[in-house]
């Protein structure tokens, strides 16, 4: 069946000579860190992932060092340079710096706190359209008690009573909304 195919060719392992190839072609650097290190400590990645039809071919063949190769999991080459803030593959004839770790730590921490902050705008501005509705629908209320005194047929509220239930409804509506 070809899932068995597939998982074969998942585990098919990569020669010796294309990870020597690999690493003259880098100049002994990681692809995403430039840090410098020997051939053993190098993992061979591949660009376009395995699992989403990566073939074995030295194109889509790279050195990562380990800690790069963990943080690119199953991202494609250009997911991890856009995430990344690396230059794009095309552009790799460039000059680049080296890029510690901490840095990519960096960028990571900035991306979750962006998304935070995102989502806590969209939060509060969903809290402010729910108390404005809350507080229309009160001050209908309001007005129908005013003008319908309690016994009077045709008012809202049948009683002052049944109008502060209403009131502590409001309130507590406004409280499970939580604060902004
Ligand atoms: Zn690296």
Redesign the pocket.
């Known amino acids: 069946m070809w899932f068995f195919r597939v998982a074969k060719k998942q585990r098919r392992r990569i020669p010796p000579r294309i990870k020597e190839e690999l690493y003259k072609r880098q100049d002994g650097r990681?692809?995403?860190?430039?840090?410098p290190f020997e051939l053993p400590y190098f993992d061979i990645d591949h660009k376009l992932p395995v699992v989403i039809g990566g073939a074995d071919r030295i194109n889509n063949l790279q050195l990562?060092?380990g800690?790069?190769n963990r943080r690119k999991g199953a991202l494609t080459d250009h997911e991890f340079r856009h995430i990344y803030e690396l230059l794009p593959a095309w552009l790799t004839w460039l000059p680049q710096r080296e890029k510690p770790q901490a840095r990519f730590v960096e960028i990571e921490k900035r991306k979750v706190a962006e998304l935070r902050l995102a989502r806590e705008r969209g939060r509060r501005k969903r809290f402010r359209s729910a108390r404005k509705v809350i507080v229309i629908v009160g001050t209908l209320a309001a007005i129908g008690l005013t003008a319908f005194p309690s016994g009077v047929s045709g008012g809202i509220f049948e009683s002052v009573a049944e109008f502060s239930q209403a009131v502590a409804n409001m309130v507590s509506s406004l409280k499970l909304l939580g604060r902004p």
Do not use: A, D, G, V
């Not at 990681?30 to 840090?35: E, M, Q, T």
């Open positions: 990681c692809s995403y860190c430039r840090i990562l060092c800690p790069c």
